[in-house]
């Protein structure tokens, strides 16, 4: 596929998706009624894969994708798991409550070493079935858990703890919206559900390595989008990958697509998951003789709340200085003129 439209496409699929989400949150749930049999898309697990390509468990499970979420069992905590009382942030106005016993009810697992995520007991009555339910820190040699912000809902003086909604599941722990065995990043995360793949007599087309190359803007989401009402150009801030639309590699035919320079099974000597262990050394092996600073190439937009790392990929096509990014503008806003062109023209999609 064309790249510059395969990554148009991805806007408009992304769009979508938010669109159905904030689509989902807003309007009344349906009741639930008898689901037609409709042949599930099934997840089958790590384990299952493992049976066949053992050799990708000696790597893929050291990089950065599966430490973004891992089990609390995996951290070492300065006291025993006690019971927490929990507000739902989702329902202010009617403050219902329900206690939540860490180490017995269903904790998924702490996601980014920070944000401990838990299913709400059904009795509970919350709007959403996830949460985030606190905060996980590191003191010392130990790690403690806080419960989630806190707020005095009942105005009785006493602070009650607020649990979160988890949107960032989506990218950060695929595996629980898609009932996989792996509730963090698994080998399916990339390469699609195998459950068809590990029972075929045909494994040659039931799994191929298309699907998992495309994965990566499922989360990596790397373009600017529009604004439906105002129509104002939005610089992407929160994803590593942001503007690569933009640059010479992503128009050139003669790259393989992010895994020019990233491995996604393996990481280097510095835990990151690229070709070399010195990012020029690889810049080097089709640039011969340049000498590219990539401190200031790809550049970290400093207004980027959510502190995702943001490194730009657009190589030299998008200074920073020159989106506009001022503070008499929403830090998001792509003003500049010559960068708005610079989009309408490499994403035709969005000049509509
Ligand atoms: C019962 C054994 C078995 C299981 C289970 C299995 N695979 Fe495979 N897989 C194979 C075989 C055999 C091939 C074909 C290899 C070949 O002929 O090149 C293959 C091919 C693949 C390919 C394509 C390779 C290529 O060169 O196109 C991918 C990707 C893959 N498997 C991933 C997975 C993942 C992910 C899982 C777990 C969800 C999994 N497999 C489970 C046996 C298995
Ligand atoms: C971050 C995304 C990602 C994850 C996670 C991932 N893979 Fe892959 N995998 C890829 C990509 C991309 C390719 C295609 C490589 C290519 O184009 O040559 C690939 C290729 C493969 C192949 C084909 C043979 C090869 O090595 O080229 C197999 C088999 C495979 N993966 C199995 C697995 C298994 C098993 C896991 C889990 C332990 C896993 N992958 C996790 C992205 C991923
Ligand atoms: C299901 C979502 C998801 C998919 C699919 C995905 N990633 Fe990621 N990726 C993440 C998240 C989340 C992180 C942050 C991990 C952390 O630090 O906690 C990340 C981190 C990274 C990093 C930085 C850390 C490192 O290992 O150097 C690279 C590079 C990367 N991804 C490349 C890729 C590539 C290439 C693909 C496609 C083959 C891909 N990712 C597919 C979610 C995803
Ligand atoms: C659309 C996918 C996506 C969503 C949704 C998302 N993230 Fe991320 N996040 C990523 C990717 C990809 C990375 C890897 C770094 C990057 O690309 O900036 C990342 C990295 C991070 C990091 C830095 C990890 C590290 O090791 O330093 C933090 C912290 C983080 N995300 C928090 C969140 C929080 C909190 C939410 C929900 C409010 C969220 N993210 C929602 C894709 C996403
Ligand atoms: C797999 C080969 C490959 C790798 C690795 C690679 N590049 Fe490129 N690069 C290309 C190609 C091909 C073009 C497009 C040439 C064209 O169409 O004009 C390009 C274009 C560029 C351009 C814009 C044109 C120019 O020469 O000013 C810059 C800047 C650039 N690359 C920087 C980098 C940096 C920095 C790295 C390392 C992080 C890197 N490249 C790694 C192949 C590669
Ligand atoms: C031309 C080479 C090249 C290509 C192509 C490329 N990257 Fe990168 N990427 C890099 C370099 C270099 C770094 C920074 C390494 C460092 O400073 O340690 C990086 C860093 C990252 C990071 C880590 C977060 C950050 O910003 O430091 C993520 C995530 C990432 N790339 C994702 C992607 C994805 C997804 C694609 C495909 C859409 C992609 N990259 C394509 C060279 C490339």
Redesign the pocket.
Known sequence: MNRTKYYSLSIVL?TLVVALVIGCNTAPQPPATQAPAVAKIAYVGDNTCKQCHPESFETVPHT?HY??FKPLADYTLDKPLTPITIFDAQNTEKPTSTTLDLSKDKVYGV?????VIAEMPAQAGFKDKIY?VGALKKVGEKWTVEPAKAADIDKDGKPDWTAES???????APGIANASPNVGMSCESCHGPGAAHASAADKKTTMTNETARESCL????SDPSKDAKTGVFIANT?????NYFASKHAQSSQLNGCQACHDPHKANTNGAGILADKPADMCAACHAGKNFDLDKLMWTNPT?D??????DHSFGAMKYENLGDDPATKPIEITNPTMIDLIKKLLPELAK
């Not at 996601?111 to 944000?115: G, I, L, S």
Request: proline share 3%.
């Open positions: 992304l950065s430490q973004t996601m980014v070493n920070k944000y985030r988890f949107p960032c599941g989506k990218c950060h499922n989360c990596h989401q929160h994803y590593g990958t942001r980027d959510r502190g995702h790392f943001t490194k």
